[in-house]
């Protein structure tokens, strides 16, 4: 059966969303909602070592960048250079520009649908912050 | 077909938002692209428009020249359906700026777009010289003697570093475009030269990512009048093509819709609505949204100036 990459994406989203305990659910709401625009505005490497540097315990940052790494470990033809390499900012720093290139992109799409789950599963406590 | 056809180009003094709706993406407010390229382009839609209310501008509305090049504006009740006598395409891109390291900003285009200018070129009647590069792997091609590179021949666009090379080919190119789509103005003799030394021919992935990364995106915002603060829900991100990019049209004519008794004077012929369409030869127009924030300024330039 042929799956679109969009479907893939969508289905990983909701399995990971569906994960994320009702404690952390709207701190990580929010932060998923802001997550692209930063990754656009400051890269991914940088963003991703903003999120470690806020990670705390099970806090809604380390949630994040797990789902990121799950996600983009493998969905990306990452190369030798950073094949050996656990951690997903460590691969982000070991690889060519044009694979960071396209990690940035499928970061991008994958996020969306993980925005739009959040908001669709996580309700809302008080005026939403669009 | 088509009777005549110039090259216009479309050279942007400010940012250009030409839309395409809403998206559910991380840009609440996307520009158009092309579907199978992701480039971004401006639909002819929207030049025929703003084309249309310049000379709606310059003469009177109601005048039947303009009628009869642009088509029956049937909101104003003009009877008879008939096709206008002018043809505009997409208005497509060739040159993209990039923040560099060196240099302030580069020139960016790729073979992609070269290519399709040649082939634009050719179908306008147009013949030039130069031709593309071979392919380069990951190299970057330039102009000897560019600011943009460094001592080590290298290359920093945005965060990207990239291997440099001087090519005669790449330098014919960055001429041609300077001496020939650049506004031709005194004020332009800054940018004219800086085509010249800092257009960059780059991978094609590369320059795709590019031109999907590093356009400009704009955080906007609603005040609440009462509190003075930021109102809740109001925050939106919008997009747009920086300043400094370079685009093109082919402009095309044909006879009037009608016999030749009943065209206008001055309008009688294919060649005659293109002589009339060049009236914005040299001129500035607003394409695209948000013209009230001074978006969409462009200078626009027929190739030889509109001549044959």
């Not at chain 1, 030798?80 to 900012?89: H, M």
């Not at chain 2, 590369?206 to 009462?226: G, Y």
């Not at chain 2, 949204?289 to 044959?308: C, E, P, R, S, W």
């Amino acid at each position: 059966m042929i799956v679109s990459k969009e479907q893939e994406r969508a289905k990983k989203a909701w399995e990971l969303v569906n994960t994320v305990p009702t404690g952390a659910a709207e701190k990580y709401k929010s932060l998923v909602k802001s997550a692209p625009v930063m990754i656009l505005t400051n890269g991914l490497g940088q963003t991703l070592a903003f999120i470690l540097s806020k990670v705390k315990g099970q806090n809604e940052y380390l949630m994040l960048y797990s789902h990121l790494q799950q996600w983009l470990g493998g969905n990306i033809p990452w190369s030798q250079n950073s094949k050996n390499k656990d951690n997903l900012i460590e691969r982000i720093m070991y690889e060519n520009s044009q694979i960071n290139r396209m990690a940035t992109e499928e970061a991008l799409s994958f996020l969306s649908w993980v925005k739009r789950f959040a908001s669709a599963r996580i309700p809302d406590e008080a005026e939403d912050e669009e | 077909m088509f009777k005549e056809a110039k090259v216009m180009f479309i050279y942007t003094e400010s940012s250009l938002h030409c839309g395409s709706g809403t998206s559910l993406g991380v840009i609440d407010l996307p520009i158009q692209r092309e579907k199978y390229t992701d480039y971004p382009v401006c639909q002819a839609s929207g030049v025929k428009g703003v084309v249309r209310e310049w000379f709606e501008n310059k003469y009177d509305e109601k005048d039947p020249k303009i009628k009869w090049t642009f088509g029956p504006d049937f909101g104003r009740g003009d009877g008879d359906a008939h096709a206008g006598a002018a043809t505009f395409t997409d208005a497509r891109l060739l040159l993209f700026p990039v923040r560099s390291l060196n240099g302030v900003f580069a020139y960016t285009t790729s073979r992609f777009a070269l290519s399709r200018l040649k082939r634009d070129l050719v179908m306008a009647g147009v013949k030039v010289d130069w031709s593309l590069p071979a392919e380069s792997g990951d190299k970057i091609f330039g102009v000897a003697g560019s600011k943009i590179a460094d001592s080590n021949n290298k290359v920093v666009l945005e965060e990207y570093t990239f291997d440099f090379q001087a090519e005669d080919g790449a330098k014919a190119i960055a001429e041609w475009i300077a001496d020939n789509a650049i506004p031709k103005g005194a004020e332009y003799d800054f940018w004219r030269n800086k085509v010249k030394t800092d257009l960059l021919i780059l991978p094609d992935n590369a320059f795709k990512d590019f031109v999907k990364l590093s356009t400009e995106v704009q955080a906007r915002i609603q005040i609440d009048n009462k509190t003075k603060t930021v109102k809740s829900g109001a925050l939106f991100y919008e997009e747009a093509l920086p300043s400094d990019t370079l685009l093109y049209s082919v402009v095309m004519s044909h006879d009037p819709a009608c016999d030749t008794e009943k065209r206008p004077d001055g309008l009688k012929t294919s060649s005659e609505v293109m002589t009339f369409l060049c009236g914005i030869d040299k001129e500035r127009l607003q394409f695209g949204g948000d013209a009230t924030i001074g978006k969409g300024i462009v200078n626009v330039n027929f190739l030889n100036g509109g001549a044959k």
